[in-house]
């Protein structure tokens, strides 16, 4: 069964940069047809969509992230990247990716996303 790890989080000053990975584990799987979603869910609020990239490489992302943060993916390494920049005190969260079929809807409604993985707590404070 195909399951998505989550890496890269951390502790960084606002400012800073981190780059996430989402990596397919489990033998034979890929994610070349899939649409891959970056999510973060900080305490006491809803999970909220980031960005999302299409099996055609199109992109979107929450306005709230747009110009700090690029998702990019490589297929021959099942890995979809989230590099952060530019980060603030509000996108401490823990971050998760998810998978979907082809194409990235125009709402990041988390439940259009499958094969969830435990997440990488990313922090942000001096």
């Known amino acids: 069964q195909l399951q998505l790890v989550e890496s890269g989080g951390g502790l960084v000053q606002p400012g800073g940069s981190l780059r996430l990975s989402c990596t397919a584990s489990g033998s034979g799987f890929t994610l070349d047809d899939d649409a891959i979603g970056w999510f973060r869910q900080a305490p006491g609020k809803e999970r909220e969509g980031v960005s999302c990239?299409?099996?055609?490489?199109?992109?979107n992302s929450a306005d709230s992230v747009k110009g700090r943060f690029t998702i990019s993916r490589d297929n021959a390494k099942s890995t979809v990247y989230l590099q952060m920049n530019s980060l603030k005190a509000e996108d401490t969260a823990v971050y998760y990716c998810a998978r979907r079929p082809y194409y990235c809807p125009d709402d990041m409604y988390p439940g259009y996303f499958g094969s969830w993985g435990q997440g990488t707590q990313v922090t942000v404070s001096s």
């Open positions: 990239i299409s099996r055609t490489f199109k992109t």
